[in-house]
């Protein structure tokens, strides 16, 4: 499929991060991921959805620490199923670096019934699940939804479907204009209680929370984290952003 272009608005020059050297055995397009241990991802205001409601696909500029863009990330999604479905449509994130290639897909299937935390661990087909790709065609890793009472909570999974983390929520997830709070989903070893890092939905301010449903998540894990868990972890707060903060119509 064609590529969409790299935007940025008018006059602002988005300076990328340096383009490292090829390492034997990473995916391509990952090797930026070698020297982080944070990602800022902001989604970008679309003003066509903010005046008509009429849902868009989703836009992510992703940063690091000193605001170097490594990589774009664009929904493809059809557009009954956004107008439809809503914040459980079928997704498609395709992810591309500053020479525009996809290096990395992300991909969602609709379920009819997801979403509800306490079905998810009893019935498979009321559990969201994300799965990453990279290079496309080659699955890295899963986050599923699992099943809990009172906490949003995921497993982070290989391409072999071998849990390497626990993700889990606030058993309160709320964000609007008027809740100042950042939102943190925590990172555990698969003991539960490691803690390893975090994906923080960021308060944005209060127009944007106000008039727009873009989100801005940041993501800390350690530096020598495996490249493949690193963009598994991408995954997961694109999981969390439709499930949680991407409201349906007015509803936010």
């Excluded at 991060?17 to 679309?46: N, R, S």
């Excluded at 071998?162 to 709320?174: L, N, S």
Aim: aromatic share 12%.
């Amino acid at each position: 499929m064609q590529m969409q272009p790299v935007t940025a608005q008018p006059g602002v020059v988005q300076q990328w991060m340096p383009t490292p050297a090829a390492i034997p055995g990473c995916p391509p397009g990952l090797e930026y991921l070698t020297q982080i241990d944070q990602l800022l991802v902001h989604q970008q205001v679309e003003l066509f959805e903010a005046f008509t409601g009429v849902e868009m696909n989703n836009k992510y500029k992703i940063k690091n620490s000193l605001g170097q863009q490594v990589y774009f990330a664009y929904e493809e999604t059809d557009f009954c199923m956004r107008i439809m479905c809503g914040n459980q449509r079928e997704f498609t994130i395709h992810v591309t670096d500053n020479n525009q290639q996809e290096v990395m897909r992300i991909h969602r299937d609709f379920k009819c019934c997801a979403g509800c935390c306490w079905c998810a661990g009893c019935c498979d087909c009321c559990a969201f699940e994300v799965t990453v790709e990279a290079p496309v065609g080659q699955q890295i890793g899963i986050v599923r939804q699992l099943g809990s009472k009172w906490k949003p909570h995921f497993s982070v999974m290989n391409g072999q479907r071998d849990e390497i983390f626990k993700i889990w929520g606030p058993c309160c997830v709320w964000a609007g204009p008027c809740c100042t709070c950042d939102v943190d989903f925590n990172i555990f070893g698969t003991d539960g209680v490691t803690n390893v890092g975090a994906v923080t939905r960021q308060y944005a301010g209060f127009v944007q929370e106000c008039f727009t449903k873009a989100s801005n998540f940041s993501m800390t894990f350690p530096q020598d984290l495996d490249v493949k868990v690193k963009a598994t972890l991408f995954g997961a707060a694109m999981l969390i952003d439709f499930m949680y903060f991407e409201y349906n119509g007015d509803s936010g």
